[in-house]
């Protein structure tokens, strides 16, 4: 409760979260705690800290990159209750599914889908690799959107790497943007490890399962860009040619005859794109962890 405590005040005086999300952002902490493993609580501190830092590296320069639809520069603004549950909001039902899991009698567990053997890890073996695989994704894709932007090359769009496109531009990449994001994803595993040595029986990240998860991250990343250019509009102001962002994740409102111009399906958000980037990219990696028998948990 007290790191809780101090970083509902720290977002209260950096103004990081709207009062929505400071009410979501204390639910999603209480999901987190009620698991009898602190690990995966101190997994949402470490993102919420590393997300944090990258958000501040370059921030005057990036405001300067995008435009708000409010008016002024872009950048990144307080984080909405949908921010913070598209980042988390997997991970959530994930723990929630793993603690009646944990509490559940034998019976009900071996009768589960992808019950335990002695090659297989069950599904309360594979959960926590979920877990961890979408905080390894929303890091990497923070990592690779905060300070993929700020790469001096121009981003291509990752469904079209021959086309250039403006800076901010849903799915658009840079190689450096990529980099940045294997970054992030191998910073949050590494720095989760010491956290995991409190599950019970002996649990750890070994290197397998670092591997693992850093690609995980890496591919969660790519997942949303390609999400973003597929099903997520871009709205472009035509007198500057820069990327016009909306507070929150929000739709960008477009007038026929405008000052801006759409391209792309608008068929989701930002946040629509986040959370569904982080709930494939963890059922992706409990699968492969499935397949290949990895499991968090030494017997």
Same mark, same amino acid.
């Given at each position: 409760?007290?790191?809780?405590?101090?970083?509902?005040?720290?977002?209260?005086?950096?103004?990081?979260?709207?009062?929505?999300? /400071?009410?979501?952002?204390?639910?999603?902490?209480?999901?987190?705690?009620?698991?009898?493993?602190? &690990?995966?609580?101190?997994?949402?501190?470490?993102?919420?800290?590393?997300?944090?830092?990258?958000? #501040? /590296?370059?921030?005057?320069?990036?405001? =300067?990159? $995008?435009? +708000?639809?409010?008016?002024? *520069?872009?950048?990144?603004?307080?984080?909405?209750?949908?921010?913070?549950?598209?980042?988390?909001?997997?991970?959530?039902?994930?723990?929630?599914?793993?603690?009646?899991?944990?509490? +559940?009698?034998?019976?009900?567990?071996?009768? %589960?889908?992808?019950?335990?053997?002695?090659?297989?890890?069950?599904?309360? #073996?594979?959960?926590?690799?979920?877990?961890?695989?979408?905080?390894?994704?929303?890091?990497? =894709?923070?990592? +690779?959107?905060?300070?993929?932007?700020?790469?001096?090359?121009?981003?291509?769009?990752?469904?079209?790497?021959?086309? #250039?496109?403006?800076? *901010?531009?849903?799915?658009?990449?840079?190689?450096?943007?990529?980099?940045?994001?294997?970054?992030?994803?191998?910073?949050?595993?590494?720095?989760?490890?010491?956290?995991?040595?409190?599950?019970?029986?002996?649990?750890?990240?070994?290197?397998?399962? &670092?591997?693992? %998860? $850093?690609?995980? *991250?890496?591919?969660?990343?790519?997942?949303?860009?390609?999400?973003?250019?597929?099903?997520?509009?871009?709205?472009?102001?035509?007198?500057?040619?820069?990327?016009?962002?909306?507070? *929150?994740?929000?739709?960008?409102?477009?007038?026929?005859?405008?000052?801006?111009?759409?391209?792309?399906? =608008?068929?989701?958000?930002?946040?629509?794109?986040?959370?569904?980037?982080?709930?494939?990219?963890?059922? /992706?990696?409990?699968?492969? &962890?499935?397949?290949?028998?990895?499991?968090?948990?030494?017997?």
């Amino acid at each position: 409760m007290t790191a809780t405590a101090g970083l509902v005040g720290y977002a209260l005086i950096r103004n990081k979260l709207t009062p929505g999300g /400071i009410i979501a952002g204390i639910a999603v902490a209480f999901v987190h705690m009620l698991h009898p493993w602190p &690990a995966f609580f101190w997994l949402l501190i470490i993102f919420f800290l590393l997300g944090t830092l990258v958000t #501040r /590296i370059g921030h005057k320069a990036k405001a =300067d990159l $995008t435009q +708000s639809s409010s008016g002024g *520069g872009g950048g990144e603004g307080a984080r909405t209750s949908a921010q913070v549950f598209a980042n988390s909001g997997t991970a959530c039902v994930l723990i929630l599914l793993h603690a009646w899991l944990s509490n +559940s009698t034998p019976f009900i567990s071996s009768h %589960l889908p992808l019950s335990p053997s002695p090659y297989m890890p069950g599904l309360k #073996r594979v959960l926590p690799v979920g877990i961890i695989a979408q905080y390894a994704a929303v890091a990497s =894709d923070t990592f +690779s959107s905060e300070l993929g932007i700020l790469a001096k090359t121009t981003p291509f769009l990752i469904t079209a790497p021959w086309k #250039r496109v403006p800076r *901010g531009t849903n799915g658009g990449v840079t190689v450096d943007g990529l980099l940045y994001g294997l970054v992030g994803g191998f910073l949050l595993v590494i720095t989760a490890s010491p956290a995991l040595y409190s599950l019970p029986p002996n649990a750890a990240i070994n290197v397998p399962a &670092a591997v693992l %998860l $850093t690609v995980m *991250g890496l591919l969660g990343s790519v997942i949303d860009s390609l999400l973003g250019a597929v099903m997520q509009a871009t709205v472009t102001d035509k007198g500057t040619g820069k990327v016009v962002e909306g507070p *929150g994740g929000q739709r960008v409102k477009v007038a026929a005859g405008g000052a801006r111009v759409q391209t792309g399906w =608008d068929l989701l958000t930002n946040n629509g794109v986040n959370f569904s980037m982080a709930a494939l990219t963890s059922v /992706i990696a409990m699968i492969t &962890a499935w397949m290949v028998g990895l499991s968090l948990t030494v017997q």
